[in-house]
C-alpha cells in the first residue's frame, strides 16, 4: 500500500478535497423527476474512504444521509448472487455496456426484452424481479444486508423517497411492462416496482457507503468481521462490471479519467472501488447531463491522482 | 510480482494451454469477409507473454506471423497520441463503449457522424484520418513503429491482404463517406482506407505483438531500451479505455471472464495486458460470432487464473 | 357507377370470392398472443359490400360476428374528430406512416412519446387516452356510435375477449406508460387500457363493418339517414390516413396490391373504402406475419379487380 | 370532369395561386447541400396543369427550367418498370414508407441493405444500379425519355448541377457502399452515382413536368400520342407508391393535406397526379425542414381546394 495511507496524509487530502469541492457548487443540476429528490439542498458535499483494514477516513458532509438510488442496483445484485444460482440470473440479463442512456427502451425492445446489464434502470428491475420471486421479505433483506454491510444498524427507507418514486412511476412501468411483455419478467410490476423503488430510497452516508462496499476491494470479505460476502472470483467479476458498466453512458469517460470500478446514483452518491486498497464514496446533490454527480466526479479525480493508485496502470 | 512468474513455471503453464488449445479447433469460423483471410488455416495455436523487464516466454506458434487486423487500431491510436493534440482527437471520436457490432453504420448517424470509440471501425478510420492529414508517409511511420515496440525489423505488411481489403472494401467506405458527409472526416477516403487496410495487414506472430505492446503493462516505458513511448496517464487511460472498448460488444463478456484491458482481431489475435506485470498476446484463427479468437478467449482466461493477476480483485 | 355494381353481377362476384376462399385457408395463423383469439375457428370467410346509397351485398359467414380489434382505432379516432377540438388531436399524435411494427416502441421513445399516428397502438392508446378525459360514459359512447353506424341494436362487447387483453396487457401497457414518462398521456393507464380493450373486442360482422363505415365512401355521409359523420375535408383526410397507415407497416404493399383506404384488425377483418361508390368488409382469422388476414387481402384484391374501381387510376 | 376545367376558369385559378405565392417567400430555404443549388434565384414561383387531353394550363414562371433533382426517382422508376422484369425490381427494393428522412443511413443497416421504396436516396440508387446493369447508354435512355414524355426535345443536363453533385456525393455514396457491402448494389459505386446524378441534374420547367407525367393520370397512355408508357395496373401501382412515398417522412401529411400521389424534389418542385383527370407541377425553391417546397406545398393545397378534386373523396 503506498506510503499515501499514512492516516494523516488521507486525512490531509480529503480536507483539501473537501475545501475546494464548492469551485464546482454552480455546475449541473439536482435530479428533478420526482419531487422528494427535487428539493434536496444542491450545494452538499461528502467524502469517505475506507482502506481494506476497515479504517475510515472521511471530509465534509460524510455522514449527511442521502437517497442511494442507482447504488442499489449493486446492493441488490449482490443479494442475487448470494441467493441464486448465477445461471439463472444471466439467462435473462447481459453483462455489456449498453451503450445508451440508463433508463432507455429502444435497446430493450431490439433485443427483445434482455436488459444489457444489472445497472441499467431494465436491468435492476430485471434483478429484483428475480429477487421478488425467490425471496422472501425481500424489503427486510435489503435493508439489514446494507446495515450490516455499514455496520450501522439505524439504515432506513426513506419512504417519503419510495412513495415520490412509485408516484411517478410511468418510464420504470414502461420498462417493467415492455420486459414483462417479452415473457422475461415475471411478477407483478407494481410489487418489482415497490421492492427497486426501496432499495433507491435507502438512506445512507458517504461513511455507510465506503463501508458497506469496502470488502469489492477486499477479495469480497467483509474488512470487519472477516465474513466472506462474495468469492474472490465474483468479487473480480462484480469490479469488471462496474468498470464496464457502472456508469451507463459515461462508463468510458469514467474508466479514462478515473480508471476505477464506479457506481453512481442520481442521489448524488458515487462509490468506487481501489482493488486491494479501499473503496470511495463521494456525495454532491448536482449532476451532469449523464445524471453523475458534477462534484464527486471532479473530487474522485482528485481523489485517485492524490492517492497514486492506478489498478489499470 | 506473484511467485508464479518463476520462468519455468509460466513456460510449463503456457505449454500446457498450447497443449489443450486444440480442444477448441472445431469451434468458430476463420474471418471469410476478405478471401486471403478465408485462406489461413484454421486450426492453429500460438501464445507468448511479455514481461516488464521484457523478457518473452513462449508456446504454441507463437513465431508464426498473423494479420494483426484490430489491434491495429491501438497501434494508430497510440501514433496519434504521440503525434497531435489530444483534444484534437478527443473532439472527433468519442471514448464510450458502442454496445453494437464493430461495423455498425446505425449509431454513426444518431450520433451525426462521431464515432464512439477509436476501436470500432468508423473510430479507427476518424484516427486513420487524423493522422493521414497530419503525418508524412504514414504508412512508413506505422511499420516503423511496429517494428521498433516488437524489436523485430523484419515485419512488414503483407500486400495480399491490404489489397484483398481495398476490393472488399464497401463497408468499410460507407462508414468512411458517412462520417464525411457530416463533416468530420477530412481527407480523401481512399487514401484513408489504403492506410488502414495496410494497418490491418501489417503481420506479426505472438512474439511481436506481446514485445510490441509490453509498455501498457510498463507505465508506457519500453522494457528494452526505457524509452518513453507514452506518459504514465497516457497509459492508464489507454488500458482503461482497452478494458471498456477493446472487444467491441463483447467488451463486457471479456472484461467479466478475463479482466484485463485487451484487443482483438479478426486475424485471430487478442493482446492483454496485466498492468505492472506483463503483456499477452494468444492468437487462433477460428472467431466466434463477435469476432473474437474462440481458443485465444478460453486460453486467457486459463492463463490469467493460471497466473493468479487480477487487477480487478 | 360502373356497370359491374348491376346487383346480381356483384352478388355472382362475392360469391365466386368467397367460394375460392378456401383455397387460402391452410395459410397465416389465427393471432395467439390472448386466448380468446386464439380459440377462434381460423378457416371461415365472410365479405359484405354497401354502396353509397346503403343497399348491402355478401356472400360466406357475412353475418358471422368477429371480435374487430384494430378496426376500432378508426372508430375511436372518428369518435374524437366528432367530440374534440382537431389541434388537441393532432398535437399529440402525428399523421405519418410509422415503418415499423404496429407495437414497436423504439420510434416512440426516439419521437419522445409522440405516436406517429392513431393506427399504430401507441397512437390509438393516445386517442383513447384523450377520449378517456373529454368524454363521460365513453364505453357507452364507442357502443353506440357502432350500434348506430351498423343499424345494428344488437352490437355488444365481448367482454371475454377484452378480459383476455386486460390480462396480457403488458406490451400495451409498456407503451402507454412510455407515453405518461414523456407526459403526453394523461389519465390512468388502466382506465385507458380498459376502454381501449373494450373497442377491440366489439364484435360486428362483415354487414355490420360494411355498413357502418359506408360513409367514408359517401364524403361523410350516411347513407341510410343522410346523417353528416364527418365533414367532406376530414372524410377525405381519414381516407388519407387509412391509405398511408391504416395496414401498419404493409400500408404501402396493401395499397400497391388494392389501392384503397384500408383498415385491419388481428380478429381478421379487412375494411376497405371505394371513394364515392362502396365500403367493403372482408373477414377470415389466419393473419400473415404483418397481422393482416391472409384470404381477406386475397379476396380484396380479387373484389377490387373484378369491380374495376381505381381511385388511383 | 368537373365543371371547374373550364378553361378560362382554371386559368383564373392559377392566375391567382401565381399571384399570391410570394406571400411564402419569407419561408424555408433553398437547397445548400451543394453550391449549383445554394445559388439558385429563391423567390420564385411557377405552375402548370396537364389535363388527359394534352392541354396545359400555366401561371407565373412555369417555363423556367429547374433541377428536377429527386423527381427523376420516378422517371428512373418508370425505365426500370418498362426495361427489366419487375421481380427482378421488387426482390432488392421494397414498396413501403420508410418513416425516415429521405437520406437516412439507419434503417438500411437494420433491413440489411434493401431500401424501403424507390423514393427514398438508398432507393432510388438501388433502381440506379438496375438501369446501370442491363442498359446501354442509360444516360442518353433517360434524356430521352424525358424528351419524349415532355414533348420537349431541347431537355438538358445541367452538367455543372451534375459535377456539384458529384464533388459532395459523400451521404449517397454511403448509402451505395452499404448496399455494396450487403451485395445489394452490384455495379460500381462511382457509375451509379455518376447516373443517378445525371438524372437529379436534368433541366424541366413546370410544363415540361406537368406534360412528362400526364400519362399518370391518363391509366398509362401519353395523352399526346396516344403511346402506352406503363400498363393500366402499373400506373395504378406507380400512384399507389407516390401517395405513400413520395414525398419521405412527410408523405402522410401530403395525404392529409393534399390527397393526391405527388413527388418532390430539393429543386424544389412538386408534380401531383389527379388520376382519370390530370398532372399538376409546382415548384418554388425555398424548401421546408422535410426537403419539399413550401410555397409550393401551399399553392397545391389551394389548386386541390379550388378544383374540387379529391380521388380519396
Known amino acids: 500500500m503506498p506510503a499515501s495511507f499514512d492516516p494523516s496524509a488521507l486525512d490531509d487530502l480529503l480536507t483539501r478535497i473537501a475545501r475546494d469541492a464548492p469551485r464546482h457548487f454552480g455546475e449541473g443540476n439536482v435530479a428533478s423527476y420526482i419531487p422528494a429528490l427535487a428539493e434536496v439542498v444542491p450545494d452538499q458535499f461528502g467524502i469517505a474512504v475506507c482502506d481494506v483494514a476497515g479504517r475510515v477516513y472521511r471530509a465534509g458532509a460524510a455522514d449527511t444521509p442521502f437517497s442511494i438510488q442507482s447504488i442499489s442496483k449493486l446492493l441488490n445484485l449482490i443479494i442475487a448472487i448470494q441467493h441464486l444460482d448465477e445461471a439463472d440470473i444471466w439467462q435473462r440479463v447481459g453483462r455489456e455496456p449498453s451503450g445508451q442512456a440508463f433508463n432507455s427502451i429502444v435497446q430493450l425492445e431490439v433485443e427483445r426484452g434482455i436488459p444489457r446489464n444489472p445497472f441499467i434502470n431494465a436491468g435492476a ?50 420498462l417493467a411492462y415492455l420486459m414483462k411483455a417479452y415473457g422475461n419478467l415475471h411478477g407483478e410490476v407494481d410489487e418489482v416496482l415497490d421492492v427497486y423503488f426501496h432499495g433507491c430510497a435507502l438512506s445512507m452516508s458517504c461513511v455507510d457507503v465506503a463501508r458497506a462496499f469496502a470488502f469489492l476491494a477486499n477479495r469480497g470479505v467483509h474488512p470487519d468481521d472477516g465474513s466472506v460476502i462474495v468469492t474472490p472470483q465474483q468479487n473480480r467479476q462484480l469490479n469488471a462490471l462496474l468498470l464496464t458498466c457502472g456508469l451507463y453512458d459515461a462508463a468510458g469517460d469514467f474508466a479514462w479519467r478515473v480508471g476505477l470500478p464506479g457506481k453512481s446514483g442520481v442521489g448524488g452518491g458515487i462509490v468506487a472501488i481501489v482493488p486491494g486498497q479501499m473503496s470511495l464514496c463521494v456525495w454532491s446533490p448536482r449532476l451532469d447531463s449523464y445524471g453523475n454527480s458534477v462534484a464527486g466526479l471532479r473530487a474522485l479525480e482528485t481523489l485517485v491522482e492524490g492517492l497514486g493508485v492506478a489498478p489499470l496502470g
Open 125 to 174: 428491475l430485471l434483478v429484483t424481479d428475480l429477487l421478488v420471486s425467490r425471496i422472501m421479505s425481500i424489503h427486510w433483506v435489503m435493508r439489514e444486508l446494507a446495515r450490516r454491510l455499514a455496520g450501522n444498524p439505524a439504515l432506513a427507507f426513506d419512504t417519503r423517497v419510495a412513495s415520490s418514486e412509485m408516484a411517478h412511476k410511468a418510464r420504470n412501468a414502461a
